[in-house]
């Protein structure tokens, strides 16, 4: 399914096509952009604070490894992010036992739920191969199903709950069985990657440059290719830095106010659509529901 921000952003072709004032064309192209790569970006934010940084105090564990918590007395809530540009993953869970429900989702860079399992079907437990954009032919024995993602980065996150507090020890054993294990053991490494530092600052003009770095990791929807085509007019290329010295004032004035207009409307569709920190946040509110499972 195609995110409510690209089908929002298409909306907006037909209007800044029709502009004739170069300032006013870099300004509409510029609110775009940052509304395309907010999602990203916040993806990134979570990825680099979580995975990548590990002097960060958000820091789980490293690329393509998994990492439990309990975030309540009831509920344990696994992370993992995974770097398929050398390896394709089996995610192995096991058969349910009677003292807890786990589910899965699983999210792109472009911060798109691709995948879930929930409490039914997670019960029954199985192996997924998990696949990037380098699809693997070879497809391990016992796979129950091929998950692939578009985009070279992907989120795992395991959601296990407890009947009540007295149960806690049974989820800890549940996740001892819990793996993620590569298909190809001797390239378990994550390729190399000069990961930018995610400074905490959406009103900045490096804003774009996380944009230029995503874009190089990702498949872009063929409806979505006029508008990345339409990026390059203000410098953002995938895989390419975003320089803006050599621009004129009004330009950045231009580029300014478009991102300002942008970060307007991202920050209120984030908050409708963020699915990594909405899936979280349901944590709390069932852990007050324990008695009716």
């Keep these: 399914m195609k995110p409510i921000f690209f089908v929002l952003i298409g909306a907006l072709l037909p209007v800044s096509c029709n502009l004739a004032s170069p300032e006013i064309e870099m300004q509409t192209i510029a609110k775009e952009a940052y509304i395309y790569a907010y999602p990203m970006v916040q993806q990134y934010a979570t990825m680099y604070a979580h995975a990548i940084d590990c002097q960060s105090e958000s ?86 199903k091929v998950i692939v993602s578009e985009t070279d980065f992907a989120c795992v996150l395991i959601k296990i709950c407890t009947k009540n507090r007295d149960s806690v020890v049974k989820w800890n054993e549940l996740t001892e069985q819990i793996a993620i294990e590569p298909v190809h053991i001797k390239s378990n490494k994550t390729a190399a990657a000069d990961f930018p530092p995610y400074m905490q600052d959406t009103g ?17 929807n063929p409806s979505d290719k006029r508008l990345i085509k339409r990026f390059e007019m203000i410098g953002i290329t995938a895989g390419k830095p975003f320089i803006a010295k050599s621009w004129s004032q009004a330009d950045q004035g231009a580029m300014y106010r478009g991102m300002t207009a942008g970060k307007i409307v991202a920050d209120s569709l984030y908050r409708v659509n963020n699915t990594i920190h909405q899936w979280i946040s349901t944590v709390e509110e069932e852990d007050k529901e324990q008695a009716t499972y």
Excluded: M
């Design 59 to 144: 820091y789980k564990a490293p690329l393509n490894h998994l990492s439990f918590e309990s975030v309540t007395p009831c509920i344990a809530l696994g992370e993992a992010w995974i770097d398929f540009r050398t390896n394709s993953y089996v995610l192995h869970i096991p058969k349910q036992n009677d003292y807890c429900q786990l589910s899965v989702q699983i999210t792109d860079l472009y911060s798109n739920t691709y995948f879930h399992i929930d409490r039914e079907e997670g019960a029954a437990g199985g192996d997924f191969l998990l696949q990037g954009r380098a699809r693997d032919t070879f497809i391990p024995e016992g796979v129950k």
């Design 204 to 220: 900045n003009i490096r804003f774009y440059g996380y944009l230029s770095f995503l874009l190089q990791f990702c498949n872009v």
